[in-house]
């Protein structure tokens, strides 16, 4: 039974992971917030890599990894090209013109999912995938320079069940640049002042209570929490070596299977650890 | 019809009271006199009874003073004031009086007969005092309405007329031969007796049930809402009926829940008698409803809501909750008995799709084996994590006229921008709501970095879409919010709001009664679901129904009647929630003085004003009514109910005070003085532009005050009675306001708190904490002075005026561990032994709380003695933000043994609290007592 997430218990279960190989374009021509160091492709392959292997040996998925398109240089940004809810996927319309075109390889293989799939045809509406946050509970949609209150209307429409919160987002590209969920009740949250009065404004607009785990860094707060039926809580955190007050918290975390993953290369193109994944729970088979 | 009202209610506790009452003789004759009274509602009706009840009765110059008074009164508030307001107010001080009577013949009463003397019967006295106050207030009332509506009048006579008219009619015809029988033995028991005078006219009124089949029966012209909502409920035999309402349809789409505790007619006026039997409160956990008889009809209207669209649902969830409905209505999937399409003649969705259809059929197979009860079960478990379960949406625009959707739901208030929540405020975060013509506020508590509250408004539609709006507001607030079921006190104070309160249980009180419910489950048969899911009212989801103006349990009394009986059940025969009223008034001492107290303020504020009567009338009338006699209502309501005046009191003080719901028509505000307390009285006047309701306990106390001085006041106010300026003026006039009337209120509510918890306590510590603060160091030197003085020098009291407190009801919480109890302020009393620690606490700010720390500028701790009592007081000045505040902290021991009556004392100690430190407000008291037998509760 499937309904409404199938109750607290189930948040985080994931069969199946999406993911996309990095295109070579993405060195020179990811949009990137920020100038800085080039990305080490090779280095970027091999952490993308490792993340994929996590996903797909230690965690079981079953990972469909879609081919890098060298036109669209952010293309192993996943994440920004759907919204997965249960049975339901919203095809999101991004807010970067230039990576529209990549919810066409999404919308196949979310396709062959055979999961209900609803297509953001309006086209006032912008919405990244990094701007949603879904708690379990509620959606958070973060209004950014990426999303707007059309596309978080529209990603109402689509997921009725729940609430649909909007969050302004200013210095960050997306809300998820800040914060994710780190656990069932948990959100984890970044130590600046601008993830701090995010997390206000969602606790504010939440009638849930959630734990906080606040870490040092931002970038850090972005983790990915899976609920594997032989393995319990599992959280793929930024390594102790990028960010290693961070770790340290997350560290804490008793009840939790750590598992730390270097992202440095996608990070400096604001690639965050969810960003590379759309992670999708089929309650029934095909 | 109110009456009517009145009386099933009463009629309830009749039987149980009528052992007792028989017994002594005078309880039959108050209650009797109650139902003349209620009986002739009319204006006319009202009059003569009052006049011919109470003058033979009681001798005393000032009752047949009083009875003149109501006659004037009466024939000139008639109209505006249905009579069932004043018969209400007799109801309740009858209805006190007669349990007071029964349990401790007490000196309460004699308190009251004193004042009143009361010839016939202690009942009598009570509705001297009632009248009284009605005459007081009434007087100045009527005196302006009188010129003002000289019209009226006489149509009131005239209505007084018909009714003994019909009274004739009905005791010949007796086309309710049941009722009339009942009547007869009214007569000699009373209660019944209401209904059979009046009952000459009937009109016959249909309800559309939630099944989609329609229960007619005929009522009495003056019928109040809440005999057709016993009605309603009797047919379909459902006990937990406090989520429910009855809903009419101004337009096609603007839905108002019926009030019980008024007339139909006068709320309803021109429109059918036609209502919709629909859930007013949906229940978050409907899994902690008792019954699967109530499970069954919740989900008959969640079925309505998503059918229609109004509760939004995924596909998914859609094809999910109609498998269940399947399961429910069908049973097990039959493979022979059920394919093709057996599925299309049920509506699961606005837009059914035969893919849905083939979904649901899909799921259902996987049901196999749950029975009904279980289908429906599941089915509310997955429908209330919907993000829209139980929120009434309204349609509003923001300051900056951008449509917007205002959310009422148990937690508060969220609001929608097309499909999007973009804010949300818990209640807790708020401090008061109100409303102004068509513009809807709300207060909100400061955050945490911040200094000062902010008050944000609305624009809906029209004033009266923002009048209901409100009254959403505040019944969801008090229904949700005050949930232990020790809080009947807090209730007061929430549902005091001035002239709307929700009278009726609230959740907790529900549930417990529900926990008393002992009878087989009932067997019902399920209606096919295809016409349930054609939605009765597909109404569209801005409109926002649910909303309930109505009082559950008609003013007082009705909820206190039916709390009394389960006790009585129970076999509890302590306090409990009878309490809110002070016509239930089973604890002794505490209920006893509070309604001594609060005779004696609607006496002395009735004298001066003379609103007293209106009051009376604008808080038990409906809305409607309300309008028209706008100033009137508040006068009357205070006599009603002394808590509840208070409560309405409270609300005006809304500054000072921390939530009571104050709803102050301006006008309302200015004609009557201090009276709003009383039911629904004088928010619910439609007219009434300005409502406001502050959620915080104490704040009722101070608002009580603040509405005495309001009242005198009131002239000044009218024009300026808006939110803030009820708030501001509060404040300012309480210092004119006699000092009385303000004890009184604090008292009330002290009294409540000591009764609920059972009195016998041998220690009572209290600490209040108050926060605000310059007074406050006043206070407390007074305080340390004058642990002489009070037995227990509550001084903890400090009613600040700058802040509402804030409180949430939820704040004070009394727990019992023996008792739940039903806090209501009568039941005093006092020792009895038990050990209990009550504490209460009225939460203060949040903001504060949660607060962020202040800096520590002084402490000293004061420690005075007195016979019985030790009072420490601790006072400290934070600097917060770069606000001073000065709190307050005294606590006081009581020592006695069983003789000592710690309610009574707490209750001193409070008011004396209040009346030293005026500026300040009471955020917390906590009671510790401790007994032999040692219970505890915090809260």
Known sequence: MAGLGGGPGAFGRCTHAVVRALPESLCRQALRSAAGPEVDFARAEREHQLYVGVLRGKLGLRVLELPADESLPDCVFVEDAAVVCEETALLTRPGAPSRRKEVEAMKRVLESLNLNIVEMVDENATLDGGDVLFTGREFFVGLSKRTNQRGAEILADTFKDYAVSTVPVHDSLHLKSFCSMAGPNLIAIGSSEAAQKALKTMQQMSDHRYDKLTVPDDAAANCIYLNIPSKGHVLLHRAPEEYPESAKVFEKLKDHMLIPIANTELEKVDGALTCCSVLINKTSEL | ?939
């Open chain 2, 1 to 939: 019809m109110t009456t009517e009202v009145g009386s099933e209610t009463e009629v309830k506790k009749d039987p149980e009271q009528v052992g007792p009452d028989k017994a002594k003789d005078k309880p039959e004759e108050a209650s009797e006199t109650v139902e003349n009274e209620k009986s002739g509602k009319t204006s006319s009706e009202e009059a003569q009874d009052s006049s011919s009840v109470p003058a033979p009765a009681s001798h005393s110059s000032p009752s047949s003073q009083k009875k003149e008074k109501d006659s004037s009164e009466s024939k000139g508030i008639s109209r505006f004031l249905p009579p069932w307001l004043k018969k209400q107010k007799s109801y309740t001080l009858a209805e006190p009086k007669d349990e007071a009577k029964k349990r401790a013949a007490g000196e309460e009463q004699v308190v009251e007969e004193s004042e009143c003397h009361p010839p016939e019967g202690m009942a009598q006295p009570k509705r001297i005092l009632e009248v009284v106050a009605e005459n007081n207030a009434k007087a100045d009332d009527k005196e302006e309405k009188h010129s003002v509506s000289s019209a009226e009048t006489q149509p009131a006579k005239e209505d007084g007329k018909e009714t003994e008219v019909e009274k004739v009619a009905e005791e010949k015809e007796e086309k309710q031969e049941k009722e009339k029988r009942e009547t007869k033995e009214v007569q000699t028991a009373e209660v019944i007796s209401q209904k059979s005078p009046k009952k000459i006219k009937t009109v016959q009124s249909k309800v559309v049930l939630l099944d989609g089949t329609e229960y007619t029966c005929d009522l009495e012209k003056r019928a109040k809402g809440q005999i057709l909502f016993d009605k309603v409920c009797e047919h379909l035999n459902l006990l937990e009926k406090d989520y429910f309402g009855l809903l009419f349809y101004e337009n096609s789409d603007q839905k108002n829940w019926l009030d019980p505790s008024k007339e139909i007619k006068r709320q309803i006026r021109s429109l059918p008698w036609l209502f919709t039997f629909n859930v007013k409160f949906y229940p978050p956990d409907p899994s902690q409803l008792t019954e699967d008889i109530t499970r069954y009809f919740l989900c008959l209207q969640l079925r309505q809501d998503i059918a229609s669209g109004r509760l939004p649902c995924s596909f998914v969830t859609h094809a999910l909750l109609g498998s269940y409905i399947l399961q429910a209505e069908m049973g097990d999937h039959d493979p022979e008995e059920h394919h093709g399409d057996y599925i299309s003649e049920f509506q699961f969705a606005p837009n059914q799709t035969q893919e849905m259809e083939e979904k649901v059929a899909e799921l259902h197979k996987t049901h196999r084996g749950l029975t009904p009860a279980q289908a429906d079960s599941q089915f509310l478990e997955n429908a209330k994590r919907l993000s829209m379960y139980g929120v009434d949406l309204h349609h509003a625009k923001d300051s900056e006229g951008v449509d917007i959707m205002l959310g009422v739901c148990a937690n508060g208030l969220l609001i929608y921008k097309d499909r999007l929540r973009i804010n949300r405020f818990a209640w807790p975060k708020i401090l008061k709501i109100s409303y102004k013509r068509s513009n809807f506020y709300i207060k909100i508590r400061p955050a945490e970095l911040e200094q000062f509250e902010s008050t944000i408004g609305f624009k809906l539609p029209n004033h009266r879409a923002a009048k209901r709006l409100w009254k959403v507001c505040v019944e969801h607030h008090t229904f949700f919010r005050l949930l232990s079921p020790e809080q009947p006190p807090k209730a007061k104070f929430l549902t005091l709001g001035s002239k709307f309160r929700y009278s009726g249980r609230t959740q907790a009180q529900t549930r417990q009664a529900s926990n008393l419910i002992d009878r087989p489950a009932p067997y019902f048969e399920r209606t096919s679901s295809k016409r349930v899911s054609r939605s009765l009212d597909g109404a569209p989801m801005g409109i926002s129904d649910q909303s309930l103006l109505r009082d559950f349990p008609t003013t007082g009394r009705p909820s206190a009647g039916d709390k009394i009986i389960d006790l009585e059940a129970a076999g509890q025969g302590k306090l409990k929630e009878g309490g809110r009223e002070d016509d239930v008034s089973p604890l002794k001492t505490p209920q006893l003085e509070l309604t001594q107290d609060g005779k004696r303020h609607a006496s002395r504020t009735e004298g001066p004003c003379t609103g007293v009567s209106d009051a009376d009338k604008s808080s038990h009338e409906t809305l409607d009514i309300v309008e028209e006699k706008k100033q009137a209502e508040v006068g009357i309501e205070e006599t009603l109910v002394v808590d509840e005046t208070d409560k309405g009191k409270m609300q005006v003080a809304a500054d000072a005070g921390e939530t009571c719901k104050v709803e102050h028509l301006s006008k309302k505000d200015s004609s009557s003085l201090p009276s709003y307390s009383s039911s629904s009285s004088s928010s619910e006047s439609e007219d009434e532009e300005v409502g406001e309701y502050q959620p915080h306990h104490r704040a009722i106390e101070e608002v009580i005050r603040e509405e005495q001085e309001e009242e005198e006041d009131v002239k000044r106010r009218e024009l300026e009675e808006k939110i803030q300026h009820v708030e501001d003026t509060p404040q300012s006039s309480k210092p004119t306001v006699p000092v009385e009337s303000m004890q009184v209120t604090a008292e009330d509510s002290v009294q409540e708190n000591a009764i609920i918890i059972p009195t016998e306590e041998k220690n009572l510590s209290e600490e209040i904490k108050e926060d605000l603060g310059e007074e406050k160091e006043e206070e407390q030197l007074k305080l340390n002075g004058d642990v002489s003085h009070v037995d227990i020098d509550v001084a903890p009291e400090i009613i600040c005026c700058s802040e509402p407190p804030v409180v949430k009801t939820e704040m004070v919480t009394i727990s019992d561990a023996t008792q739940r109890t039903e806090i209501s302020t009568k039941e005093v009393p006092i020792v009895q032994t038990e050990t209990k620690t009550i504490t209460y606490e009225s939460p203060q700010f949040d903001g504060s709380a949660d607060g962020s720390a202040g800096v520590l500028l002084s402490a000293q701790t004061i420690t005075s003695e007195s016979i019985s009592t030790t009072t420490t007081t601790h006072i400290t000045k934070m600097v917060k933000g770069g606000v001073s505040e000065t709190r307050i902290e005294k606590r006081i021991v009581i020592t006695g043994d069983g003789d000592i009556d710690h309610d009574e004392a707490l209750a001193q100690a409070i008011k004396e609290a209040k009346e030293q430190h005026p500026d300040m407000s009471v955020t917390r008291v906590v009671v510790h007592k401790e007994t032999e037998l040692a219970e505890e509760d915090e809260d």
